[in-house]
């Protein structure tokens, strides 16, 4: 990793080149190697120019894939690293130099296929992480009394959203009698919690309790196609393909509630509970069907099946953003290292 910047601490330049042993197989080479400069680089606006190169090598070891990260954290390390050693060779604050160097909302990030940052919060993470975790007061260290002394660092990160252009997720959804829902969905919950995620997307769009949707896990014989549940895709991907299934059986359930309520589908509206069609808007009157009824019709005389099935693909990658700060005590003595305290302050939504 090189880096360099001007008298005033602006970044002018960034070289990565990364290393990748495969081991015997190549299945994950170029793809897990890639992130390492396009998930790091970006980090930073400022770069004139930046250059990222590697090399992957075959080795007489157990084939090499990706684990939480994708190679991404590897790059990560390495570029903050040398930014905070550049912070020390001008005597400026770490963070000083981030802050002024950092991407920014609606900058284009040439390193990250181009794509804008429509969305990005982590100057907002940084300032959180920094008041967290007493940056101020504590940086750059402080004597603990005799071997003993703390300091305190930071560090920014990014990752992405699905692979764009490749990855796809499909979701099945059905009104059942009584009208409740079946979800089906075809990513896998691995402990991630996807399951009850996408049931609570499912909850809100269709404007019901999260106990009114079944969720079905996967099952590769019967479940909707979905490219798998890696690359923080899943709540992006999958969650807007239940979106549009959500979407599409809402006109469905609107389709068959005109024909029983004998009306135009324009003059109708679904709140989650019943269909209700306003009579006279001077004394409030209407007449409703409630989804339950509509659900137990449908069991008979029906050509209208209540089922709804969509896919989402996405051509771009949106990342989300983080910074953390650890607090660490080192014995100068021995040179044993505790960490005495790490914060986080993570730019994904609302958890």
Same mark, same amino acid.
């Given at each position: ?23 015997? +197989? ?27 190169? +590697? ?180 709540? +992006? ?34 709140? %989650? ?21 509509? %659900?137990? +019709? ?54």
């Amino acid at each position: 990793m090189k880096v360099g910047c001007d008298e005033n601490g602006i970044l002018q330049a960034m070289d990565v080149y990364t290393l990748s042993n495969t081991g015997a +197989y190549g299945e994950h080479g170029p793809t897990t190697v890639g992130l390492s400069g396009h998930k790091s680089i970006p980090l930073y606006r400022t770069p004139r120019a930046f250059r990222f190169c +590697y090399d992957v090598v075959y080795t007489n070891r157990m084939s090499a894939g990706a684990y939480r990260g994708y190679g991404a954290t590897q790059g990560i390390f390495a570029v903050e690293s040398a930014i905070s050693e550049l912070a020390a060779e001008l005597h400026m604050d770490p963070v000083k130099l981030r802050e002024m160097n950092m991407v920014k909302e609606g900058d284009i990030m040439p390193a990250y296929y181009g794509e804008p940052a429509n969305s990005c919060a982590l100057d907002r993470c940084v300032a959180r992480v920094k008041d967290m975790i007493g940056w101020d007061e504590k940086y750059p260290r402080k004597e603990m009394g005799g071997s003993k002394v703390r300091g305190v660092g930071l560090a920014m990160a990014m990752q992405g959203s699905a692979i764009s252009g490749v990855d796809t997720a499909s979701v099945s959804m059905k009104v059942n009698d009584d009208g409740f829902y079946t979800l089906m969905i075809g990513a896998s919950d691995m402990g991630t919690g996807c399951d009850t995620t996408l049931a609570q997307v499912a909850a809100e769009c269709m404007g019901c309790e999260m106990e009114d949707i079944v969720v079905y896990g996967t099952d590769t014989d019967i479940s909707p196609y979905d490219s798998g549940s890696y690359a923080s895709s899943t709540a +992006y991907l999958t969650g807007m393909a239940v979106v549009k299934t959500c979407e599409s059986l809402k006109k469905k359930i609107l389709h068959k509630a005109a024909k029983y309520l004998e009306c135009r589908e324009e003059e109708l509206e679904f709140d %989650g509970v019943c269909v209700r069609k306003t009579l006279c808007e001077e004394d409030g009157s209407f007449k409703e069907l409630s989804l339950k009824d509509i %659900g137990n +019709y449908v069991m008979c005389n029906n050509e209208d099946a209540l089922q709804a099935v969509e896919s989402h693909s996405s051509p771009v990658s949106p990342p989300p953003f983080m910074a953390g700060a650890a607090e660490v005590e080192v014995d100068r003595e021995t040179g044993q290292v505790e960490l005495i305290r790490f914060v986080a302050a993570v730019d994904c939504g609302t958890p």
